[in-house]
């Protein structure tokens, strides 16, 4: 059991994490009036917080048409840009499990519908991973859905919004460059 998923960049580009060719589309309107909210509600959370442009976004649904429901596989956000990863969750109540490398033991996140998770911090992503389970067989089948946004922080060479998409670089393109800036 998998669970369906649309990723949006900047750009309209594959993201620069995907190791194959995944459904991509340009950042939509709705999706960035969210995170602009999702952002404003971090910052008031968290004074300073300097992860507040949307870099990347996934819409995951997970489904009782799906082998128990379906899951989110364990992954961390490795990208050392995205200081702010944040999940907002629509529908059925599903489990975030939350763990650290290499440590037993998970921190288990309840995620009802219209919840916010932040996974906040510049190592949060490289020291711990996230997942969401299959549900057990004999529990009540529904549909979750779930809005992954990725923040970094602004930079002077990208708009914070997007207005004119052809004047951005593609988040390939600004991958390599972040890397050569941090070396």
């Known amino acids: 059991g998998n669970a369906m998923e649309m990723n949006f960049t900047r750009d309209g580009s594959v993201p620069a994490y995907a190791n194959v060719n995944q459904p991509t589309e340009t950042l939509p309107t709705h999706i960035l009036d969210i995170s602009d909210q999702v952002s404003s509600s ?18 995951i649904q997970l489904s009782k048409s799906m082998p128990n429901g379906g899951c989110l596989r364990q992954q961390s956000e490795y990208a050392s840009q995205w200081g702010c990863v944040s999940m907002l969750s629509f529908g059925q109540t599903r489990w975030m499990r939350v763990s650290k490398n290499d ?18 911090g510049s190592t949060f992503q490289e020291h711990y991973n996230h997942q969401i389970d299959e549900l057990p067989k004999a529990h009540p089948m529904g549909t979750h859905h779930l809005l992954k946004m990725r923040f970094r922080r ?3 060479n990208t708009n914070t ?12 393109a600004w991958l390599k460059t972040a890397k050569k800036a941090s070396n």
Not at 161 to 172: C, V
């Open 42 to 59: 971090i910052s008031s959370a968290m004074p300073g917080n300097i992860y507040t442009v949307l870099d990347t976004c996934a819409e």
């Open 103 to 120: 440590a037993q033991g998970t921190i288990n996140v309840s995620m009802p519908d219209n919840t916010l998770l932040v996974m906040y």
């Open 154 to 156: 602004p930079y002077s």
């Open 161 to 172: 919004r997007i207005s004119n998409t052809s004047s951005l670089p593609s988040s390939r």
